[in-house]
């Protein structure tokens, strides 16, 4: 791979980082820009529980942590926290997140992910699964639907292109997305949209009136 190629392989976390925001998932992905705040050092800490591989069994399923998983269809791969292989014959993947559920999809669209790797290695149905949530020790079930499963094909071949190009995406306009945002400080966005304002004011100065002699 030299720089101007995007990777074969793009890992299932660039998907949530792409929901999230196409500027952060090409800060980490395409320039190796990566900072801890607060919502990372937390969620790495209370992550560690489900990042070393193992098994057990349980009533009605064998459950796998740290499961290694990939799509060669869709050019993914990365990790499935938990696989509980079920006695009904399907496969039921969970993902552990830090904080609560979010106004987007980024989650639902990382486990959806992970759904269609395990399908497409084993042949066996994932049509559901959940994000635990660890702050509130709950899990939210996440139905693998066709248009979420259509978003992952989507986002794959926005964040290949995007890679690609080389070309960093402008700032999302969204103060609260960006305030959870560990790559804040490196991205800037409120300079980048006063940058932006400035340029729509001059471009907006400059417009030759139509009637204008
Ligand atoms: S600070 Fe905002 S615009 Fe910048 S990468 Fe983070 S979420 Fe995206």
């Known amino acids: 791979m030299n720089e101007a190629s995007p990777p074969d392989l793009i890992p ?8 999230y925001c196409p500027r952060r998932c090409f800060l980490i992905h395409g320039e190796g820009e990566f900072t801890d705040n607060v919502h990372t050092v937390s969620g790495s ?7 070393a591989a193992g098994y057990e069994n349980k009533a009605d399923a064998r459950v796998e942590y740290a499961v290694p ?3 060669d269809c869709l050019g993914l791969t990365g990790k499935c926290d938990v696989l509980e292989f079920r006695d009904d014959g399907t ?3 969970v993902e552990y997140k830090h904080g609560p559920k979010r106004r987007w999809l980024n989650d639902d669209l990382q486990l959806a992910a992970q759904a269609m790797c395990v399908e497409e290695m084993t042949g066996k149905p994932a049509p559901k699964g959940a994000i635990f949530h660890q702050k509130s020790r709950r899990r939210r079930e996440v139905i693998i639907d066709d248009s979420l499963r259509s978003l992952v094909k989507e986002a794959a071949s926005a964040i290949r292109a995007m890679l690609a190009a080389g070309v960093s995406p402008p700032p999302i306009e969204d103060s609260r997305r ?7 400080t490196i991205c800037e966005p ?6 932006g304002h400035v340029s729509e004011l001059a ?3 400059f417009q030759p009136e139509e009637d204008a002699v």
């Open 178 to 184: 960006c305030g959870e945002c560990s790559l804040k």
């Open 91 to 93: 496969i039921y993947p």
């Open 12 to 19: 299932l976390s660039a998907l949530n980082q792409y929901a």
């Open 203 to 205: 471009a907006g100065l």
């Open 45 to 51: 800490r209370e992550h560690e529980r489900v990042d």
């Open 190 to 195: 409120e300079l980048l949209w006063a940058v």
């Open 69 to 71: 998983v990939w799509s």
